[in-house]
């Protein structure tokens, strides 16, 4: 995921800032289907657990970014252990995700540019 600049069409990679929420969402989903299953289940079975998620942060990233997110939705997580003594993990959902994200060098600059038009008036 790129977001663009307007004023210079620079083009900032998103997926480093976002590191954080991937790590805090992954853990809670972890935390959440453990909790119901502390163990894998035995040879050629299955489970399945609904994990309910509602988590949001705040976090400054780099130099220039606040990021503000929110998570919210179910994933459905599957444990699945084959013939050949394998162990798979895979989930499925389509979670709400929102994000706000703040540049806060132009922040800033925008500030500063609002008490320079106010001090005109």
Request: aromatic share 14%.
């Amino acid at each position: 995921m790129t977001i663009e600049v307007p004023q210079n069409h620079l083009e900032y990679n998103l997926n480093k800032h976002l590191c954080f929420v991937r790590k805090a969402l992954a853990e809670e989903i972890q935390k959440q289907h453990y909790e119901k299953f502390p163990y894998w289940p035995t040879e050629e079975e299955t489970q399945e657990s609904d994990v309910k998620i509602l988590i949001n942060g705040v976090y400054k990233s780099g130099n220039n970014f606040y990021i503000i997110w929110n998570y919210i939705g179910w994933i459905k997580v599957k444990d699945y252990v084959s013939s050949e003594n394998k162990y798979n993990a895979s989930f499925e959902g389509k979670p709400d995700i929102k994000l706000v994200i703040f540049n806060f060098e132009k922040l800033q600059a925008l500030e500063i540019q609002h008490k320079k038009n106010i001090k005109k008036c």
